[in-house]
């Protein structure tokens, strides 16, 4: 199986509203469908979440570009996380977290990304 970055948008009840899946390990290109996908989702959406199949635990400088992008378009406090082999992290109030509780879809992003569950 193809290890690629995946994107989730999670909604009430760790539901998967949209799912788009990037073209290598370190790097999903900027899509209009997930924007569009973003913004119909907008308000029963809870949570956005990325893998990076290669680590790090950690936003990167374009997560960190994209976020904010995303709080000013939608206008209200948004949840992000960042999902790899062995950990989660989730940006909340302006705070970054490792979540040691993941949710279910965690584990549903990595198969998607194509990594084992976490151990
Ligand atoms: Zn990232």
Request: charged share 25%.
């Amino acid at each position: 199986m193809t290890v690629r970055e995946v994107f989730f948008l999670i909604g009430e009840g760790g539901a998967v509203l949209h799912r788009d899946d990037g073209e290598s390990a370190s790097h999903i290109a900027d899509s209009r469908a997930r924007w569009e996908a973003i913004w119909e989702n907008r308000d029963q959406l809870v949570e956005l979440a990325h893998s990076h199949p290669a680590g790090p635990l950690a936003f990167s400088h374009e997560d960190e570009t994209t976020m904010a992008a995303l709080a000013s378009a939608l206008g209200k406090p948004l949840v992000f996380s960042v999902v790899t082999p062995g950990g989660m992290l989730r940006r909340q109030g302006g705070a970054d977290e490792r979540v040691e509780s993941e949710p279910g879809w965690a584990d549903d992003l990595r198969r998607a990304s194509g990594l084992p569950p976490r151990p």
